[in-house]
T-cell receptor
Framework: SQTIHQWPATLVQPVGSPLSLECTVEGTSNPNLYWYRQAAGRGLQLLFYSVGIGQISSEVPQNLSASRPQDRQFILSSKKLLLSDSGFYLC??????????????FGPGTRLTVL | AQTVTQSQPEMSVQEAETVTLSCTYDTSESDYYLFWYKQPPSRQMILVIRQEAYKQQNATENRFSVNFQKAAKSFSLKISDSQLGDAAMYFCAYRSAESGGSNYKLTFGKGTLLTVNP
């Protein structure tokens, strides 16, 4: 079965500092990978998705970026964090091979606080 | 654009009893998927159940079942024999299955916080 790892679990960063969140998956090949953000008291917002190495599609953010250097690794980055970047970041994977039939399974998440 | 509405911010149920969580959605599409996810205090999102819109039969998963009313655009979750471990935030989510659309994206409701009383 598939396993999703996210690192770190918790992070406190000052405004203007860089960010790197890592998501790695096991037990599957060529997954579709997703980054979501959950702000306090809200539902989830899709940030990025990837259907393969080096293939990234962006939904929303201006100061966030994503990369997929390996098949089972998905990284969320920022050069300069904003207060509004605080939230709970969830990585998800889908294994159907097609975006239209994917069921998304989520990792344990990273809690980011920007001060 | 699709929207998902969960009209019950909070619900409570006695242990061993049954509770139903409501979800309605708005879409002009005919082919889509609906999901219920559970988010316990650990905050990991756990898939509870999935329904394909073209299937008339309601999905079931052990103590969890749905009442899918496509014409009414309603997708409620029934939890039978509630257990203390069922206490969590429950999110209803929609995803298009049509080609060319935003079929990669889950659209979530705002959630219902379920409390289970011993």
């Amino acid at each position: 079965s598939q396993t999703i790892h996210q690192w770190p679990a918790t992070l406190v960063q000052p405004v203007g500092s860089p960010l790197s969140l890592e998501c790695t998956v096991e037990g599957t090949s060529n997954p579709n990978l997703y980054w979501y953000r959950q702000a306090a008291g809200r539902g989830l917002q899709l940030l990025f998705y990837s259907v393969g190495i080096g293939q990234i599609s962006s939904e929303v953010p201006q100061n966030l970026s994503a990369s997929r250097p390996q098949d089972r690794q998905f990284i969320l980055s920022s050069k300069k964090l904003l207060l509004s970047d605080s939230g709970f970041y969830l990585c998800a994977l889908g294994t159907s091979g097609r975006l239209s039939t994917d069921t998304q399974y989520f990792g344990p998440g990273t809690r980011l606080t920007v001060l | 654009a699709q929207t998902v509405t969960q009209s019950q911010p909070e619900m409570s149920v006695q242990e061993a009893e049954t509770v139903t969580l409501s979800c309605t959605y708005d879409t002009s599409e005919s082919d889509y998927y609906l999901f219920w996810y559970k988010q316990p205090p650990s905050r990991q999102m756990i898939l509870v159940i999935r329904q394909e819109a073209y299937k008339q039969q309601n999905a079931t998963e052990n103590r969890f079942s749905v009442n899918f009313q496509k014409a009414a655009k309603s997708f409620s979750l029934k939890i039978s024999d509630s257990q203390l471990g069922d206490a969590a935030m429950y999110f209803c989510a929609y995803r298009s299955a049509e080609s060319g659309g935003s079929n990669y994206k889950l659209t979530f409701g705002k959630g219902t916080l379920l409390t289970v009383n011993p």
